[in-house]
């Protein structure tokens, strides 16, 4: 089993941070939540709804949206069409009024297409808009791949690993957007391995080890805390 | 589309429209007849290769549309239009049932299931009540469409040229529908589906509801193409939908290209026209078929029609600059 009696609550407006060693089950406990894997005991309730076992599709329209450890784009699509794809299917209009290009269609798909451009201005992208996917360098897909989750508009972002493999100035970057999601009253689940920026960044932080959780608080009392400096002795990524 | 596109769709339309009052070869027409049906399957292929899979169903539920209108029009005495109508509905019917299991898998199991399903078909259409389904003998002397009578204008379809007209009109039709799915939300959703189906559902998207969908839009499509082969042919067993005859629709989707719409189009022409050429080589013809496939597959997986898009898009950005 790979998580197991972990009790979490992150509460609404937060920056919650998970961490934990490598295999600790963090990014199982992402796939538990937003429905790429079904819970075999225990709960996942969403605003006083149990919704423990929805898939993944349900999650995302409850409002609960993410990102993957892996870059996880539409890679054949450009940064435009994966960010505008991801804006229309949550338009609230049936696509079959799209099949038969009905005005009101068009005009909620200009709406889309605009504020595709809105979101990636804001987050730096705008450059890089026609740009196939396949084709960016590292730390643009990992954006590319915040951006389509933010054009689900979610209210709760599961972010796994957002920094991976970023160098400093992307780093900056999506501190910058994460603390802008949080100013417009989004709630973050932040799992990462670089502990500097989970402690600089997040409001409370919740430590797993071997798909339990050892220790959660303020960043300055798990910082000191005796089982997570434990888990965490003999693992590279220990860089306080 | 851009101008250039709409210009160059009715020119080949007019011409095509055009081309049976000036050629009276009964040859050249069966051919012509023969390409539009399997593009309107290619066609019909590809909606499904839009959600990344590959239906080796396809065959099997063209046959489905040309039993149910074979035995519709003769035993029921129902009006080829009715019973077209008809059987491309309830080829979506069994689609809609036979795709709710179907879909629930993907990739090679997804290939597995839906050719079991399609040799299931035929073997049924084979053993099961000769006397309605004539066995491997399949149904003899199926009706051409009645002529339809206007007043002033009596339209025949019991010639080549009626034949011709009838599959040209339907081929526009799902050119049409087709063109509409590409260019809404619908084909934009597929086509994500195709390349990432967990990021797809990430973002909202109920694939499995999109690829039913798809399954059964690509099936009826199947279905109607199979009522004009049955009806063209006048003659159908269950030896014309098996398993070779979906991995030949395959064949010219892949040489044509599956990104864009004319890929299926120019595949079937491309290679209906060949297969004649090559009739003489027996069955050796799928000799040669091999050759073009991993030629195609090696040099231009893209197919012809993606790899002259390309490169003509190739040019225009150059001269922008």
């Known amino acids: ?240 | 589309m851009n101008k250039t596109q709409i210009a160059a769709a009715s020119v080949i339309t007019a011409i095509l429209f055009g081309l049976p009052f000036g050629v009276k070869s009964q040859y050249f027409m069966t051919v012509a007849i023969f390409i539009f049906i399997y593009s309107i399957l290619s066609l019909g292929l590809r909606a499904m290769m839009k959600v990344g899979e590959v239906s080796f169903a396809h065959a099997a539920f063209m046959g489905i549309g040309a039993y149910i209108s074979a035995l519709l029009t003769m035993k029921l005495q129902l009006s080829f239009w009715v019973a077209w109508g008809l059987a491309s509905l309830a080829t979506g019917v069994f689609a809609l049932f036979l795709g709710s299991l179907a879909v629930r898998t993907k990739g090679v199991h997804f290939f597995i299931v839906t050719l079991a399903m399609g040799e299931t078909i035929r073997l049924i259409a084979m053993n099961w009540n000769a006397r309605l389904l004539g066995g491997p003998n399949g149904i003899y002397g199926i009706p051409p469409p009645p002529p339809i009578d206007v007043g002033f204008l009596t339209m025949r379809f019991d010639s080549r040229m009626g034949m011709y007209m009838i599959a040209l009109v339907a081929l526009l039709i799902v050119v049409a529908i087709m063109w509409r799915v590409d260019k809404s939300r619908i084909g934009r959703i597929w086509d994500v589906i195709g390349q990432d189906e967990k990021l797809a559902a990430v973002i909202g998207i109920n694939v499995y509801r999109h690829k039913l969908a798809s399954f059964i839009l690509s099936s009826s499509v199947a279905g109607l193409g199979g009522v004009l082969f049955a009806h063209t042919m006048t003659y159908i067993s269950p030896y014309d939908f098996s398993f070779f005859v979906a991995v030949q629709l395959l064949m010219y989707v892949i040489f044509g290209g599956a990104e864009m719409l004319a890929g299926p189009m120019v595949g079937a022409a491309t290679l209906v026209v060949l297969a004649e050429f090559l009739r003489k080589a027996g069955h050796y013809e799928l000799i040669f078929y091999g050759l073009i496939l991993i030629i195609v597959l090696r040099f231009i997986p893209e197919g012809v029609v993606g790899y002259l898009s390309k490169k003509r898009f190739m040019f225009a950005r150059s001269e922008e600059r």
Not at chain 1, 3 to 14: A, H, K, Q
């Open chain 1, 1 to 240: 089993m790979a998580v197991s009696d972990v009790d979490l609550d992150v509460n609404e407006g937060e920056i919650l941070g998970l961490i934990g060693p490598n295999g600790s089950g963090k990014t199982t406990l992402l796939n538990l939540i937003n429905g790429l894997l079904r819970p075999s005991r225990g709960k996942v309730i969403f605003r006083g709804e149990d919704v423990s076992g929805f898939p993944a599709y349900l999650i995302t329209r409850k409002g609960i949206g993410r990102t993957f450890q892996q870059n996880v784009l539409f890679r054949k699509r450009t940064v435009w069409e994966n960010v505008l794809i991801a804006h229309e299917v949550n338009d609230k209009h049936d696509e079959w009024l799209s099949f038969l290009g009905l005005s009101r269609s068009r005009s909620q798909e200009k709406e889309a297409s605009e504020s595709t451009l809105r979101l990636l201005d804001e987050m730096g992208l705008i450059s890089w808009k026609d740009r196939l996917c396949s084709d960016l360098p590292h730390g643009i897909q990992r954006m590319v791949g915040l951006a389509i989750a933010r054009a689900v508009k979610p209210d709760v972002m599961l972010l796994d690993e957002p920094f991976g493999g970023m160098n400093l100035s992307e780093i900056a970057n999506m501190v910058r957007v994460i603390e802008q999601m949080k100013s417009r009253g989004v709630t973050l689940l932040l799992v990462e391995h670089r502990m500097k920026v989970v402690m600089a960044v997040c409001d409370r932080i919740v430590v797993l080890n071997f798909g339990r959780k050892i220790a959660e608080g303020l960043p300055g009392e798990v910082r000191n805390n005796e089982e997570v400096i434990k888990a965490y002795l003999g693992d590279r990524n220990f860089d306080f």
